[in-house]
T-cell receptor, first 115, second 110 residues
């Protein structure tokens, strides 16, 4: 398995532009998580899905952020309009519960820079 | 989920055992201890988890005290590639979220 796949790996955009980050979870995993990491705030959970349904989006900073999971193999995180303070590394993770093992597998991240 | 306390940073000599402590004095009976690490410029990586008993896998060993208020992650023979930030996380098995604190920055030196 290729693991969790994220694209793009790097994104540089200007303030006000729309940004879409993409994630392909590990096949067979039924939960998907979006995290954001900055030096100031560390690693924060933004939103997670179970069986393609958003369960908790309390970590989404504001209405400019939205996430979708149209099917079990694809999710997007969209920022519209983007602002410089959105600059961060965004990680996607997926999980499949099996017995007592409940581990999340993280993708390589997308480094977003908003100028 | 219970809060954890870890030292900010630690050094370890290459080839020696790295012992990373974690305090979780408010842990409740159904909460597990999970360890993840994040190597520079990569996503976090699962290492090991446990409830009461000590656990060992190909990456590390996890020692949990009898009162479960603290634990130690042991990397038996640290290599330079083990240089990373190590996160200790406590959460119930029914929970969904991992709450990452500051972690311990482990520097393995030649």
């Amino acid at each position: 398995d290729a693991g969790v796949i994220q694209s793009p790996r790097h994104e540089v955009t200007e303030m006000g532009q729309e940004v879409t980050l993409r994630c392909k979870p590990i096949s067979g995993h039924n939960s998907l998580f979006w995290y954001r990491q900055t030096m100031m705030r560390g690693l924060e959970l933004l939103i997670y899905f179970n069986n393609n349904v958003p369960i908790d989006d309390s970590g989404m900073p504001e209405d400019r952020f939205s996430a979708k999971m149209p099917n079990a193999s694809f999710s997007t995180l969209k920022i519209q309009p983007s602002e410089p303070r959105d600059s961060a590394v965004y990680f996607c993770a997926s999980r499949s519960r099996s017995g007592s093992t409940d581990t999340q597998y993280f993708g390589p991240g997308t480094r977003l820079t908003v100028l | 989920d219970a809060k954890t306390t870890q030292p900010t940073s630690m050094d370890c000599a290459e080839g020696r055992a790295a012992n990373l402590p974690c305090n979780h004095s408010t842990i409740s009976g159904n909460e597990y201890v999970y360890w993840y690490r994040q190597i520079h410029s990569q996503g976090p990586q699962y290492i090991i988890h446990g409830l009461k008993n000590n656990e060992t896998n190909e990456m590390a060993s996890l020692i949990i005290t009898e009162d479960r208020k603290s634990s130690t992650l042991i990397l038996p023979h640290a290599t330079l590639r083990d240089t990373a930030v190590y996160y200790c996380i406590v959460r119930g098995n029914a929970g969904n979220m991992l709450t990452f604190g500051g972690g311990t920055r482990l520097m393995v030196k030649p």
